[in-house]
């Protein structure tokens, strides 16, 4: 059985019939997938390649039992799904099912651990930082398509209508004129959350990243499909758009 075989083994505990399960097995699958890619892009050697594609598998290995003990991906409503994720696999011994050779396992916990972070700490060693930017990039290529296709009712616990009336915050336009990543505790309005997530495209590391991202078709702001926004929050959100077109990504003409 391979790695894949024994993550989809596992999966199955959790009922993968689940549309969240469903939902972070496919995410898995194609982290996995990217940060072979990314890796193999930068020159990698076939075994970090292939150490790469095994972190990228595991990386939310802790979202499986974060939503069905707490019923939500939100961190702040639950735990760290990333300290959750290195806990079962490091503590509670999963990693053996998955990897037999103990040698990686240090990376591996620090790269998982730092996984969702916003900024990287202090302390990493030059290859941890290696392995955890790569993963970080992965991770952020595969949200931004996921919010891109996904109706956002899938991940934003809000209707059409409250969505239509919601504003966006002086503090979220001013990372992204900045080009940055939104603080989460910063977000006000649903509008926020939702946009936060455009964000993410100003937190890839590595420019090979950001190629890798543009490739994947996927536009920016297609969320915002079919939403008849107010004339003034119309107009902040072409001020994100153009600045996101200006940058190069590509944008969806959807107001």
């Known amino acids: 059985m391979d790695e894949v075989q024994r993550f989809l083994a596992y999966v199955r505990s959790f009922d993968p019939d689940v549309p969240r399960i469903r939902l972070k097995q496919e995410h898995s699958l194609r982290v996995s997938t990217l940060c072979a890619q ?12 292939a150490l790469a594609r095994q972190i990228g598998l595991l990386h939310d290995i802790g979202r499986f039992r974060q939503v069905v003990q707490y019923g939500t991906f939100a961190d702040g409503a639950s735990v760290s799904h990333a300290a959750l994720g290195a806990k079962i696999l490091f503590e509670e011994g999963w ?85 940055e990543t939104f603080d989460h505790a910063l977000r006000r309005t649903p509008l926020d959350i939702l ?36 004339d003034d929050t119309r107009q902040r959100l072409h001020l994100l758009q153009e600045e996101c077109r200006r940058c190069g990504f590509p944008v969806k003409e959807v107001l």
Do not use: M, N
């Not at 990314?38 to 390649?49: D, M, N, P, Q, S």
């Not at 302390?123 to 992965?138: I, K, N, P």
């Open 95 to 179: 990693i053996r099912y998955f990897r037999f050779d103990a040698s990686e396992d240090h990376l591996i916990r620090q790269v998982i651990l730092v996984h969702s972070d916003r900024f990287l700490p202090q302390g990493l060693s030059v290859r941890e930082q290696r392995f955890a930017h790569l993963l970080r990039d992965g991770d952020k290529i595969d949200i931004l398509r996921v919010h891109q296709e996904h109706p956002f009712t899938d991940y934003l616990d809000c209707t059409k209508e409250e969505l239509a009336v919601s504003t966006v915050s002086d503090a979220l336009i001013d990372a992204f004129l900045r080009h």
């Open 38 to 49: 990314l890796a193999r892009r930068k020159g990698w050697c076939e075994t970090e390649i």
């Open 195 to 230: 946009l936060s997530h455009d964000a993410l495209v100003f937190g890839l590391h590595d420019p090979l990243s950001r190629q890798l991202f543009i490739e994947t078709g996927c536009p920016l702001f297609s969320a915002l499909e079919g939403i008849r926004f107010r």
